[in-house]
């Protein structure tokens, strides 16, 4: 099939084929079916297996109020997923700031008692770097451009949310999380519901640990892996008795922002680590990589969805199998991503050509990955598990 180069209107799932783009205006399909053209920016082969909700983006920022009055929601992104009576649920996170003034740039932080405080600077100012929309710097010292915190949503049939009445919103709490609280994965272990999400403040990112029956009574366990760490995912049972830990420490010199795996008899005290796998060179994940929500068990092993993003920072995803017994054994790792930013609103849009997941749903085969798309807004897309395992290439020991 050779056909010009269509404006993105939908994207489909390839997975019987390879689409093979050229950066000319034409490609070429090996699958037989007629299927809608995704545009790509280079002469790259895509295997992005993603069946994308046509809903998309399901949430965006307008969609939600501001924690307080004064404070616009700027970004709505990477929501934790979970079920709780019969519902789904989103624990999104929504980032915040003042609207801004021309020629001033503000930001809220809070203090270590939870008072809300702006700062506010000449954007003209020398001192100032905001080459990052993310992240602020002044006078060499680093602030974000917003403040986050948690909020729950839930939905009858997994495309429309609503936060329900009384919900309750989490923010951040004392002097480890006065940048506030990022990117919470969600595991039930027994009947418990354990958040691990980011904590950000002026001592570092580290990740912290939460946990609810009820979702309305929460117990604050204190950070559980310190600065640089952060995208902790716990697995859901223990193996061999131990409970078991995704996360991803940084190390500025020698290493890297590599998946690490770590073991603990009480969730709170982690330790046994060992090193699952590293960023690598000339690959879609060539500068971080990072794991997604709770590993999935599969027949033949967990599968992890995770992220990886070059030093451009394109953020896409793809999956690791771990051994189901010996979970710091690397089985198979994607070589392409599984997903990357290709619709319009992953490409563009606060922190454009991101695709960041830390919740999704298992039903059989299914898949439902929620996802963060441009740092933006909330999207949804479905898999087939099989088809991502069939997807993967053996390690052979290589991290
Ligand atoms: C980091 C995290 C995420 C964010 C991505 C892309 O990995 O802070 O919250 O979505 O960067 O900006």
Redesign the pocket.
């Known amino acids: 099939m050779i056909s010009s180069v269509n404006p993105f209107r939908e994207v489909w799932a390839f997975t019987e084929g390879y689409l093979w783009l050229s950066n000319t205006v034409s490609f070429r399909c090996k699958t037989a079916r007629e299927r809608p053209i995704l545009q790509h920016p280079k002469g790259l082969m895509i295997n992005d297996l993603a069946q994308r909700f046509r809903e998309n983006p399901i949430l965006r920022p307008q969609d939600i109020r501001p924690s307080v009055e004064g404070m616009e929601v700027t970004c709505l992104?990477?929501p934790g997923v979970f079920r709780f009576e019969d519902k789904t649920w989103l624990l999104v996170r929504v980032a915040e700031r003042p609207a801004q003034v021309p020629g001033k740039t503000s930001f809220p932080i809070l203090s270590p008692d939870g008072h809300l405080e702006v700062l506010e600077f000449n954007s003209s100012d020398p001192r100032l770097d905001l080459s990052d929309p993310?992240v602020i710097t002044f006078d060499g010292r680093d602030y974000l451009t917003t403040l986050s915190h948690l909020r729950l949503l839930s939905s009858e049939d997994g495309i429309h949310f609503k936060e329900p009445a009384q919900s309750r919103v989490l923010m951040g709490a004392g002097e480890l999380e006065t940048y506030g609280i990022?990117?919470c994965r969600v595991s039930k272990i027994d009947r418990t519901y354990y958040l691990t999400y980011?904590q950000v403040s002026d001592n570092g990112v580290g990740v912290g640990l939460r946990s609810t029956r009820d979702w309305n009574e929460f117990v604050q366990e204190g950070m559980i892996f310190p600065p640089h760490n952060?995208d902790c995912a716990l697995f859901e049972e223990r193996i061999g008795g131990s409970y078991y830990a995704l996360h991803r420490p940084s190390s500025p010199e020698l290493g890297g922002n590599y998946i690490w795996l770590a073991e603990s008899p009480d969730l709170v005290h982690w330790g046994r680590h060992r090193c699952l796998a590293h960023s690598r060179e000339g690959f879609w994940d060539s500068a971080?990589v990072?794991a997604g929500a709770a590993p999935i068990r599969t027949s033949v092993g967990w599968l992890e969805i995770y992220?990886g993003?070059t030093k451009e920072?394109r953020?896409c995803l793809g999956a690791l199998l771990l051994d189901l017994n010996e979970p710091w054994r690397v089985l198979a790792r994607s070589e392409t991503p599984i997903m990357e930013p290709l619709a319009p609103y992953e490409q563009e849009g606060f922190?454009g050509q991101?695709i960041?997941t830390n919740g999704h749903l298992v039903s059989g085969d299914h898949l439902t990955i929620y996802y963060?798309a441009a740092?933006s807004v909330i999207c949804a897309a479905r898999f087939s598990i099989q088809s991502i395992l069939a997807s993967l290439a053996p390690t052979a020991g290589a991290k």
């Open positions: 992104l990477n993310r990022e990117d980011t952060k971080r990072g992220h993003a920072n953020y922190f991101v960041f963060g740092d």
